[in-house]
T-cell receptor
Framework: ETGVTQTPRHLVMGMTNKKSLKCEQH?????MYWYKQSAKKPLELMFV???????ENNSVPSRFSPECPNSSHLFLHLHTLQPEDSALYLC????????????FGDGTRLSIL | QKEVEQNSGPLSVPEGAIASLNCTYS??????FFWYRQYSGKSPELIMF????GDKEDGRFTAQLNKASQYVSLLIRDSQPSDSATYLC???????????????FGTGTRLQVFP
């Protein structure tokens, strides 16, 4: 596999469920990101990990919890989500976190019932 | 003022024409600029990026920077129907720090190329 892989591609969950999104990059990058993309809004940066250390937490509610066990893997743990959290969640990676070109995965389309 | 602004469009151009997409940004310290293409239902795909030292041409695509006026443009020559997509502009914010700079995205411009 090449590039950035996200699973699952689609997820439907109730507000009381707990689920996790997974991202894996095969590009040898050392920075990884979570973004949220809602209709008619710009991409919203949620979290940044550089060298497995979180360097950005963009005022994201605590119901979203990221985890970066190594430079190739990134998770987003979800619990007690709200309907307004329904969106496309995109993972990206780059070589260095300082405004370098980012490469995106295909995203997870999340729907909260 | 939004940090990165784009006209949402749609921008409609005939096949074979030049499509011109523009993006303005607010941070004078920005040094890197990116254009992504996003087809409906797909993720953003990086198509070009430039740094503050100059313009760049790659095939049918040219990215140009006007630092004085704080805008960056993407020109697509010989537009094809397959170019129809939303084009996202992204600009680094932070002044050049390796670890704390981040990309800020515009809302995108929808381009329609008709036969």
């Amino acid at each position: 596999e090449t590039g950035v892989t996200q699973t699952p591609r689609h997820l439907v969950m109730g507000m009381t469920n707990k689920k996790s999104l997974k991202c894996e990059q095969h590009l040898g990058h050392n920075a990884m990101y979570w973004y949220k993309q809602s209709a008619k809004k710009p991409l919203e940066l949620m979290f940044v990990y550089s060298l497995e250390e979180r360097v950005e937490n963009n005022s994201v509610p605590s119901r979203f919890s990221p985890e970066c066990p190594n430079s190739s893997h990134l998770f987003l743990h979800l619990h007690t989500l709200q309907p307004e959290d329904s969106a496309l969640y995109l993972c990206a990676s780059s070589q260095g976190a300082g405004g370098q070109p980012q490469h995106f995965g295909d995203g997870t389309r999340l729907s909260i019932l | 003022q939004k940090e990165v602004e784009q006209n949402s469009g749609p921008l409609s151009v005939p096949e074979g024409a030049i499509a011109s997409l523009n993006c303005t940004y607010s941070d004078r310290g920005s040094q890197s600029f990116f254009w992504y293409r996003q087809y409906s239902g797909k993720s953003p795909e990086l198509i070009m990026f430039i740094y503050s030292n100059g313009d760049k041409e790659d095939g049918r695509f040219t990215a140009q920077l006007n630092k004085a006026s704080q805008y960056v443009s993407l020109l697509i020559r010989d537009s094809q129907p397959s170019d129809s997509a939303t084009y996202l502009c992204a600009v680094n914010i932070g002044g050049g720090s390796y670890n704390t700079d981040k990309l800020i995205f515009g809302t995108g411009t929808r381009l329609q190329v008709f036969p």
